[in-house]
C-alpha cells in the first residue's frame, strides 16, 4: 500500500474517494466545498438517499450471485477496513465485498471485488439500464457497442460517466496491486453489472423478498451506511433466474483511462498533503452557464454558499440573466452567448441582446420573459380566453405518482417498468361549482397499474376535459395500455377507455390538455423566471393574487413566515415524525421514496409509519391537483376582467 497507513492524518479532506471523483468531475471547484461539508439543496437523509439510488435491493441481489463472498466490516473506521482488505487479499482466491482500497492519497470502495490469483474481477453494480438485445444488435448492424457513439465510435455521453468511474477504481486498485506485487503481473477486468431489459424473471413478487433494515452505528467514525438489506426468498431459484448481465469493459475503460488519470491528478493536487482542512485549495474553474445547476447553496442551518463564493456580486444580480428561458442555447452549445456576457461580467436579463434571440421555438417565450419582468406584470396570450372557452366540463385535473424499480414486479416482468401507484383528481362539473377531489393509492405488495387506470377510469369517464402537467401522465397511461396488451390482462372497457384518452401520437386529439404546454404557450408571472413548473407557477400567483386566499375551499394553504412572506403551499403541507425525522413530500423524487419504503422499506410492516406515509402521500398529490385548479381559476378570473 503506498502512502502508509500511519503516516497521513486519516481525514476526509485529504484523500479523494469515489464519490469526491464525481463531483469533482462535475466542476473541480466544487470539490473544495464538498470536502469542507459546504450546504447543498439535498435535503435527503442517508436512508431517503440509499433509496433515491435505487440500488439497494439491486446491490443485495448481486451478492447472493457470489455466496463465496466476504463483506469489509461496514462499520469499523476507513483504516481497519482497508487493513482488513489488505488482509483479505492476502489469499490466493477470495471474494470481496466493498473492500476498501488505498493507494497514494486515492480511496476507493470496490462493489464486488474477485481475486483468483494474479487476475482481478472488478464489479460495479448499478442500477442504470441495460438492454443486451439492442446491444447485440448494435454489433451486428453496425459494429459498435451500446456504449459508442454512433458518429465516431468513441465512449458516448451516456454511459462516459459510468466509464469513467470504473476506470478510477480500476486505476487506484490497479496501484495499490502493484505497489504490494511488484514482480507478479497483475490483471484487472472491470465490468459493470447492470439490469437486463431483455431479461424476465419467473420470480413472483421478487422485490418483495429483500427488507431493509437500519443497523446503528458501530463506531462514531464510520463513513459508512447503516442500511442492511436481507433476501427472505429461495437463494438457488435467484441464482438461476435474476435480471442482471455482468458486462466486461475492459477496452471501453483503457480508452478513458488517460483523462481519468490527468484530471484525478489535478483534484489530488488541490487537496492539502498535510491533512489539514484548512490547506485545502479551491481549483478555480470559469463561472458559467453550467452554475445554474450547482447544488452548493446556502440553506437555513448553514450560511456558507458555495454558488455565492464563485459568483460574488455577480450573485445577486436580479433579474439574472442564469434566469432567462433557454438562455444555454443562444449562440449555439459550441459557443453560448451567455457564457461571453458572464466573462465580461454581464450577467442581468437586460444584458442579453435582443437581436442574439433567433431560435424561433424560443424566441417568443424570451422576448415576453424580458418585456414582463421589466414592466414587472403577468402576461396572457390574446388566444388563451378562447382555449379556455372551448373546453368541455366537467373540468378534471390529474396527477399521477409513479416509480421505476429495478427489480420486476411480477413473474414475466421486465426490470424497470412504469409503476403508477397514486393519482389524484380535482373536477369541477360546472363554471359555478366547486372543486371535488378523489384519489387512488396502492397500499398493497402488488403490481399496481391495471387497478390504478380502472380507479381512474371510473372517476373521470369520458366526458369532459383532463388537465395534467406536462406529458408524464400521458406517459404513464400509454404504458399500462401497452402493458394490458404484453401481460394479456383481459378487460375491454378499460382497454377502449385508454385508446381514447391516450395520446399515441402528437396529432391525436384526446380529451387530455396539457396545462403547462398552456403555461409556455399564453402565460407569464414575473416571479416564474424561466420556469413552468408546477412548484414556481403556483406560488407565483398565489403570492400575488390576495382574492385567491380567501376562497374557501383554499383559505387552509393560506399561511405567512415571521416576516410576514407568504408562503407556497408547499411550503404549508405539514411535517409528520417518522422515525427521529420530521418529514414532508414536496416533489415527486420523495413521493417515489415514500411508497418504496411504505410497500419495501424498513417500515413495511409497521402501521403507524404506513399511516403516515399514506397521509403524507395524500395531501401531496392532492395539492398537485389543487395547484392546477387554483392556476385555473386564477386565468379565469384574470381573462373575465379584461
Ligand atoms: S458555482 Fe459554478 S464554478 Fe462554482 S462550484 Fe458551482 S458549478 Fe462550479
Not at 12 to 23: F, H, I, Q, R, W
Not at 424 to 447: A, G, K, R, V
Not at 524 to 529: C, D, T
Amino acid at each position: 500500500m503506498r502512502g502508509g497507513d500511519s503516516g497521513p492524518i486519516w481525514r476526509m479532506s485529504y484523500y479523494l474517494t469515489k464519490s469526491d471523483y464525481k463531483v469533482a468531475r462535475t466542476c473541480a471547484t466544487k470539490l473544495y466545498y464538498k470536502k469542507l461539508g459546504y450546504p447543498t439543496n439535498s435535503q435527503m437523509t442517508p436512508y431517503m438517499k440509499t433509496l433515491s439510488e435505487g440500488g439497494f435491493m439491486l446491490a443485495k441481489m448481486a451478492r447472493l450471485l457470489y455466496p463465496e463472498g466476504i463483506e469489509i466490516g461496514v462499520y469499523d473506521s476507513v483504516k481497519q477496513a482497508i487493513a482488513q482488505t489488505q488482509t483479505e487479499l492476502k489469499k490466493e482466491n477470495v471474494t470481496l465485498f466493498e473492500p476498501v482500497i488505498y493507494s497514494d492519497r486515492k480511496l476507493v470502495r470496490i462493489d464486488i471485488l474477485i481475486k483468483k490469483g494474479n487476475q482481478f474481477q472488478l464489479i460495479e453494480v448499478k442500477s442504470k439500464q441495460f438492454d443486451s438485445l439492442e446491444n447485440q444488435k448494435l454489433l451486428e448492424e453496425r459494429g459498435i457497442n451500446i456504449f459508442q457513439s454512433k458518429r465516431d465510435g468513441k465512449i458516448n455521453s451516456m454511459w462516459r460517466p459510468y466509464i469513467q468511474d470504473l476506470a478510477y477504481q480500476t486505476w487506484v486498485l490497479e496501484e495499490m496491486l502493484t505497489a504490494e506485487k511488484e514482480e507478479d503481473k497483475i490483471e484487472i477486468s472491470p465490468h459493470l453489472l447492470l439490469p437486463d431489459r431483455a431479461k424476465t424473471t419467473q420470480i413472483d413478487r421478487l422485490a418483495s423478498y429483500f427488507q431493509i433494515r437500519e443497523i446503528p452505528p458501530q463506531s462514531i467514525n464510520s463513513k459508512f451506511s447503516q442500511i442492511q438489506v436481507d433476501f427472505t426468498g429461495d437463494l438457488a431459484k435467484l441464482q438461476q433466474d435474476h435480471i442482471l448481465t455482468l458486462i466486461p469493459l475492459k477496452t471501453e475503460v483503457a480508452e478513458v483511462m488517460n483523462e481519468v488519470q490527468t484530471g484525478a491528478q489535478i483534484f489530488l493536487n488541490s487537496l492539502s498533503s498535510s491533512g489539514t482542512e484548512s490547506a485545502i485549495a479551491k481549483i478555480p474553474v470559469p463561472i458559467s452557464k453550467s452554475c445554474k445547476n450547482c447544488e452548493f447553496h446556502r440553506n437555513d442551518q448553514d450560511e456558507r454558499d458555495g454558488f455565492g463564493e464563485c459568483w460574488g456580486e455577480l450573485a445577486n444580480v436580479e433579474p439574472h440573466i442564469l434566469d432567462l428561458y433557454q438562455m444555454g442555447r443562444i449562440g449555439g452549445n459550441a459557443t453560448p452567448l451567455v457564457n461571453e456576457l458572464i466573462s465580461k461580467g454581464k450577467v442581468s436579463l437586460y444584458d442579453m441582446p435582443e437581436d442574439a434571440l433567433s431560435d424561433q421555438s424560443f424566441l417568443h417565450r424570451q422576448l415576453v420573459q424580458i418585456e414582463y419582468t421589466q414592466k414587472n406584470q403577468e402576461w396572457f396570450s390574446p388566444h388563451l380566453k378562447n382555449v379556455m372557452g372551448r373546453l368541455k366540463y366537467p373540468l378534471h385535473f390529474i396527477d399521477f405518482e409513479t416509480s421505476r424499480m429495478s427489480l420486476p414486479y411480477h413473474a414475466n416482468m421486465r426490470s424497470n417498468e412504469q409503476v403508477a401507484f397514486q393519482w389524484s383528481c380535482h373536477t369541477i362539473h360546472s363554471p359555478e361549482s366547486d372543486p371535488i377531489q378523489t384519489e387512488w393509492l396502492n397500499l398493497e405488495d402488488h403490481f399496481p397499474n391495471f387497478a390504478f387506470a380502472e380507479a381512474l377510469m371510473a372517476q373521470i369517464g369520458t366526458e369532459g376535459t383532463v388537465f395534467t402537467w406536462a406529458t408524464h401522465e400521458n406517459s404513464v397511461l400509454r404504458d399500462i395500455y401497452y402493458q394490458m396488451v404484453e401481460y394479456k390482462y383481459e378487460n375491454e372497457k378499460l382497454k377502449s377507455w385508454l385508446l381514447q384518452v391516450v395520446k399515441f401520437s402528437d396529432r391525436t386529439q384526446t380529451p387530455l390538455v396539457d396545462m403547462n404546454a398552456l403555461t409556455l404557450k399564453h402565460y407569464f408571472h414575473p416571479r416564474m423566471k424561466s420556469r413552468t413548473s408546477l412548484k414556481y407557477v403556483l406560488p407565483a400567483i398565489w403570492q400575488t393574487q390576495p382574492y385567491l386566499h380567501n376562497i374557501s375551499f383554499l383559505k387552509s394553504y393560506f399561511q405567512q413566515n415571521d416576516q410576514g412572506e407568504i408562503l407556497s403551499p408547499y411550503q404549508t403541507l405539514p411535517k409528520l415524525a417518522i422515525g427521529d425525522q420530521q418529514i414532508a413530500i414536496r416533489e415527486g423524487t420523495e413521493a417515489m421514496l415514500a411508497y418504496q419504503d411504505l410497500i419495501y422499506g424498513k417500515h413495511k410492516n409497521n402501521p403507524g409509519v404506513k399511516a403516515k406515509w399514506r397521509e403524507l402521500l395524500s395531501q401531496y398529490c392532492r395539492l398537485d391537483t389543487m395547484a392546477m385548479v387554483i392556476i385555473w381559476l386564477h386565468w379565469q378570473h384574470s381573462l373575465n376582467q379584461n
